[in-house]
């Protein structure tokens, strides 16, 4: 395999997206192209024909971790490639069906209606990915409300598991009520803390009821 300093400039990665589009390049090509250079004694070819290799064997995932693990990428290559994976998935990927963003605390009841009359309280996570846009959402406990039966831990565990940014509580009142109780208010503080050490956001803690929300949020609770 060429080094790239010995490949023709016109026969570059790079020179051939100007020239001749970007499907005029190969896989290789291509994550030279974001790549732009290599390090010392590892050119940049020889790691994206690894990076290539590694989308042709059908990896479950190509993540930041095993990006991270091919000599000479360094943690800004390995960025680099998630990040264009990423805005590529956002942006570009015609066949998925348009993801639910959210912008304010009423986009998020049609996701929970469902919970809103229950005779129960049922605590519900959404988690969301950089752009707000929903991954999930999911009962994280069904029953009274407090920080013995809603733990970080349960609520957090998936927002890892699905790489989310970000994640929005809601839990319904069967009282009717919408003032957020002391216990509320004990939960929120726990999680925005428990997400300040993961690096999950907890965006808001809404409270739903027949008769409409409240946003801890809005309401400076949090």
Do not use: W
Request: hydrophobic share 40%; glycine share 8%; aromatic share 4%.
């Amino acid at each position: 395999m060429k080094r790239m300093s010995e490949i023709d400039e016109l026969d570059r990665p790079r020179e051939k997206i100007a020239a001749r589009g970007p499907a005029a390049l190969t896989d290789r090509e291509l994550i030279a192209a974001i790549l732009g250079r290599g390090t010392k004694g590892r050119d940049v070819s020889v790691i994206s024909g690894e990076v290539a290799a590694l989308f042709s064997e059908g990896a479950k995932e190509v993540t930041y971790q095993n990006l991270a693990r091919i000599r000479g990428m360094g943690p800004a290559g390995a960025s680099q490639i998630v990040a264009a994976l990423e805005i590529s998935r956002r942006y570009l990927a015609g066949r998925e069906e348009p993801r639910v963003k959210v912008t304010a605390p009423a986009d998020v009841l049609p996701l929970v209606r469902e919970f809103v009359g229950k005779k129960q309280e049922h605590f519900v996570c959404i988690t969301l990915n950089g752009a707000n846009e929903v991954i999930a959402t999911r009962i994280i406990t069904v029953g009274l409300l407090n920080h013995s039966l809603v733990h970080p831990r349960e609520v957090y565990s998936d927002a890892i598991a699905d790489r989310a940014a970000a994640i929005i509580c809601v839990h319904n009142h069967p009282s009717g009520t919408l003032e957020p109780s002391r216990e509320d208010q004990n939960v929120t503080r726990q999680l925005v803390q428990a997400g300040d050490i993961l690096g999950i956001r907890l965006l808001d803690h809404l409270v739903v009821a027949e008769g409409g929300y409240v946003s801890l949020r809005e309401r400076g609770m949090m």
